[in-house]
């Protein structure tokens, strides 16, 4: 199963789009990639990466909301993660990866956790509106960290991960829209996306980002077995080998940053196929408890022992890809 690809000092190559491999630059002007050195993981992203926090907007983010754009280093290095305040009722799977469940994020060993991300977000407000008005999108997520964040909380390259995991929204809001032109639609999202990207290296947020590729939702309780599946299940994987190939042109024109893409959606795919080798015997339903029989927490997200087994699968690569 390939599922994790990159350009880095140790040899990866990265999809472009699935399977290929792109030209690696120069390894000596990189940061040496070293998971088990990371102390610093910052995330920009959706309702499958945001945490709660006691700064934030109540349910939906750590801190901030369009209604509270900015915020003071005071208010930032005093805000609080809430325990199990994210899209599944439990830890997301950022979560298990760092360690960092509850508290502030300066506190938590071995590693922080800096959760930009905001639930129900799209890449940008200008190409979609927002879900909520009190909502932030990715773009300005990265321009709220970059304004209010970027001098008060460290990221020095060779201890600094930053995820990105995004487009959820996008290919589900536009799903109805029957005079869009989707593949011309996911390259705009890609120029924000990545203008977002672009501004958050000039912001000197670099090391190592890792793209996070979408799940195949059409398999989702609110969209298995319906007429709009198979448009739905095209549009993400057109969202995904678009999300590729700008990840491969950004490593090529990058050659200072490490830059990893983990493959969510052939991951979630083997889960499900395989749903009784991991104990799961209902993914079609869904259950708003914590019965391990279920995939899915409700009709759009997976539970928390899925982010657990994510997290899991994210760390293996990781530490390969360190050469650990």
Request: proline share 6%; charged share 15%.
């Amino acid at each position: 199963m390939h599922i994790f690809s990159g350009i880095m000092a140790l040899a990866l190559s990265i999809a472009v789009p699935f399977g290929s491999a792109a030209p690696v630059p120069d390894d000596s002007i990189k940061p040496r990639f070293n998971w088990n050195k990371i102390k610093y993981v910052y995330a920009f992203g959706d309702s499958y990466t945001f945490v709660g926090g006691t700064q934030g907007y109540p349910k939906f983010s750590f801190i901030g909301s369009a209604f509270n754009f900015s915020y003071t280093p005071q208010q930032l290095l005093e805000d609080e993660i809430q325990l199990n305040v994210t899209g599944s009722d439990g830890a997301s799977w950022l979560e298990y990866l760092t360690g960092c469940f509850q508290g502030r994020p300066a506190e938590c060993a071995p590693r922080q956790l800096w959760d930009f991300a905001f639930s129900g977000a799209d890449v940008d407000k200008t190409l979609i509106p927002l879900h909520h008005n009190f909502s932030v999108d990715l773009v300005d997520q990265v321009r709220e960290w970059a304004l209010f964040a970027s001098d008060v909380i460290p990221h020095p390259a060779e201890e600094t991960i930053t995820a990105f995991w995004i487009g959820i929204n996008d290919t589900g809001d536009t799903l109805n829209n029957s005079t869009l032109d989707f593949k011309a639609f996911w390259e705009l999202e890609m120029q924000s996306l990545f203008g977002a990207v672009q501004n958050a290296y000039n912001h000197n947020l670099r090391g190592t980002y890792l793209f996070m590729t979408l799940p195949p939702l059409e398999r989702s309780p609110d969209h298995i077995g319906t007429a709009i599946a198979p448009l739905y299940e095209q549009n993400i994987k057109d969202y995904n080998t678009a999300l590729l190939n700008h990840t491969a042109h950004f490593a090529r024109t990058h050659p200072d940053v490490n830059v990893l893409t983990f493959d969510t959606h052939q991951w979630f795919y083997d889960i499900l196929d395989n749903a009784e080798q991991y104990g799961f015997t209902n993914i079609t339903g869904f259950c708003q408890c914590s019965d391990p029989a279920f995939f899915w927490f409700n009709t759009g997200h997976p539970t928390a022992r899925v982010h657990s087994l994510l997290a899991e699968a994210v760390e293996t690569e990781l530490k390969k890809a360190a050469g650990l």
